[in-house]
């Protein structure tokens, strides 16, 4: 995965109407463009302590910040202001629409820093900001495969291509299931151990079925047939059967694959002609929400054999010399 780099001018030309933003300076083209979902709050460079300054991060100026600007005497405010520049700057945003220092303004356009104002109040635009930085940063991929929302669950089918995961998952819709996206599937990490998949957006949901072409998802069976994105939480791989192949029976071991760095419960299921997969993939959604809830059934029914045994040796002791 590259890194991902964001332009403020990118990042003005899409949040400018959400954050409410307008531009003070001449130019959105910065000397750093914006490479971390982080924000930093500058006021101890002001103060000329430049340790620990993040000058890589965007800038934000509250109303703690200017107030202290403008106690200052015109030679001390335009040095505290150089102090802020004295390091290349992604951008800098003055929020609740704050009267601007106009030094602040002349050394912004002077080092061709973008120098933008919003009228939020700073600490929902620092969470608005950072929510959208966070989800513009998040570890992304795409992944070759048939995302499905089956009983809340989350099941992502994978497999060679042709083996049938565009038929299970429109089967699957027909029985009430939503469909997330087919063919491929963009999936961004939101969190250390959460997967979001979506459809491509120039796919939306829209299928092909072999034999029969594309068909639009949404408009055959209507707008709850769909969903936009799903927590993914169970990888269903599909392969063809073998009789060779050694196939879980039992369900103690649980195999998992990497998904960004996060790890996905998965199941492989051999496919034969007559196998209703469609039926087994909603017992597999409902399996894994009761392993959610602490209900495991592979390892109950193992307990239990153990326990029976355990009973039966005892009562065969007990019954060793009781010939009566």
Same mark, same amino acid.
Request: glycine share 8%; proline share 4%; aromatic share 8%.
């Given at each position: ?36 979902? *982080?924000?930093?709050?500058? &006021? =101890?460079?002001? /103060? +000329? ?6 000058? !890589?991060?965007?800038?934000? #100026? ?86 499905? *929302?089956?009983?809340?669950? &989350? =099941?992502?089918? /994978? +497999? ?6 565009? !038929?299970?998952?429109?089967? #699957? ?152």
């Amino acid at each position: 995965m590259q890194k991902k780099v964001l332009s403020v001018k990118e990042f003005f030309e899409a949040k400018n109407d959400v954050f409410a933003l307008e531009t003070l300076g001449d130019s959105l083209e910065g000397p750093l463009p914006i490479i971390a979902p *982080d924000i930093h709050r500058p &006021g =101890l460079a002001l /103060t +000329g302590f430049m340790q620990n300054f993040l000058n !890589e991060r965007i800038q934000i #100026l509250g109303e703690t910040e200017i107030l202290y600007l403008n106690t200052r005497n015109s030679g001390e405010r335009r040095r505290d202001i150089e102090n802020l520049f004295s390091m290349p700057l992604v951008c800098i945003i003055v929020t609740r629409q704050l009267e601007v220092p106009e030094d602040l303004v002349a050394l912004a356009t002077k080092r061709g820093v973008p120098l933008l104002r919003t009228s939020m109040f700073t600490t929902p635009f620092i969470h608005e900001l950072t929510k959208y930085l966070d989800e513009v940063f998040a570890p992304s991929d795409v992944v070759h495969g048939t995302f499905v *929302d089956v009983y809340g669950v &989350g =099941l992502l089918f /994978t +497999g060679r291509s042709g083996i049938g995961k565009s !038929e299970i998952a429109l089967d #699957l819709v027909e029985r009430g299931h939503r469909l997330v996206g087919d063919d491929t599937v963009e999936v961004i990490r939101k969190a250390d151990d959460i997967i979001i998949g979506r459809g491509q957006e120039h796919l939306q949901h829209f299928m092909e079925i072999r034999g029969i072409g594309i068909i639009n998802v949404q408009e055959l069976f209507g707008i709850r047939a769909i969903r936009v994105q799903k927590r993914l939480e169970v990888e269903v791989h599909l392969e063809q059967w073998d009789s060779k192949t050694h196939w879980e029976r039992e369900g103690l071991t649980e195999r998992h694959t990497t998904i960004l760095g996060v790890e996905i419960p998965q199941i492989v299921l051999p496919l034969y002609p007559g196998k209703n997969i469609t039926v087994i993939s909603e017992v597999i959604a409902m399996n894994h929400m009761l392993k959610v809830y602490g209900i495991n059934a592979a390892e109950r029914f193992n307990r239990m054999l153990i326990d029976q045994m355990e009973s039966d040796r005892q009562t065969r002791h007990y019954l060793r010399y009781d010939t009566e």
